[in-house]
């Protein structure tokens, strides 16, 4: 019973560079949400997408990041350029449907030097 | 933007205390969530509420949501070392349901 998977777990990038994190929803879930944590703070949300839609990108960062959930494969939240700023740990959740409960994975801590 | 807010922001306990966090909105909220998450984990769902005055019990814990739907509440009766984690409470709003999180109340549990 495989929950949401994330990867990489860990993720060291040098400011400038690219971050690319990953995520597999739960078997049967088709809604996918990202959000983004910063050291000792609450989650805030980041973009809500369903299979090659985005639905909500209202968190999201004007620059720099996207996101996209293709027909086949894991969602991919894509960070350019990345900057000391973005040093967080970025979780994924899925549900079944819109208004289910959302399930966690267990995050990706980026870390930019 | 809408703002949840949670008191204390932290709190340390000898094991068997009891510990109660508190939510608080300045709008209705539409439901409220809590969840668990330990130090370096992810959160984990706990319970949703979404009537006005209503409790629910799992084993130690008690939540409750307030009769103006404006803030609820979360109590652990004699804590453990296991309930160490931050404790956070969420709003699911529109359509989609995305959670707008409350700010978090660390626990500390001690022997």
């Known amino acids: 019973n495989a929950g949401v998977m994330q990867n990489p777990r860990h993720l060291v990038r040098r400011r400038g560079q690219e971050a690319r994190l990953r995520c597999s929803p739960m078997k049967g879930h088709s809604h996918v949400y990202w959000y983004r944590q910063l050291p000792e703070e609450g989650l805030k949300f980041m973009v809500y997408?369903?299979?090659?839609?985005?639905?909500?990108e209202s968190g999201m960062p004007k620059e720099r990041f996207s996101a996209e959930f293709p027909k086949e494969g894991p969602s991919i939240l894509r960070i350019q350029q990345v900057v000391r700023g973005d040093s967080a740990a970025y979780f994924c959740a899925s549900s079944q449907g819109a208004k289910n409960i959302q399930y966690f994975g267990a995050g990706t801590r980026l870390s930019v030097l | 933007g809408q703002q949840v807010m949670q008191i204390p922001q932290y709190q340390h306990v000898q094991e068997g205390e009891d510990f109660t966090t508190y939510c608080n909105s300045s709008?209705?909220?539409?439901?409220i969530q809590w969840y668990k998450q330990r130090p370096g984990g992810h959160p984990v769902f706990l319970i949703q509420?979404?009537?006005?005055?209503e409790v629910k019990k799992q084993k130690r814990l008690t939540f409750q949501f307030g009769e103006a739907k404006k803030n609820s509440s979360l109590h652990i009766t004699a804590t453990q070392t296991t309930d160490v984690g931050t404790y956070f409470c969420a709003e699911g709003t529109g359509t989609a349901s995305k959670l707008t999180f409350g700010t978090g109340t660390r626990l500390q549990v001690t022997l």
């Open positions: 509420l979404v009537k006005s005055g």
């Open positions: 997408l369903q299979k090659e839609n985005i639905i909500d």
């Open positions: 709008t209705t909220l539409s439901n």
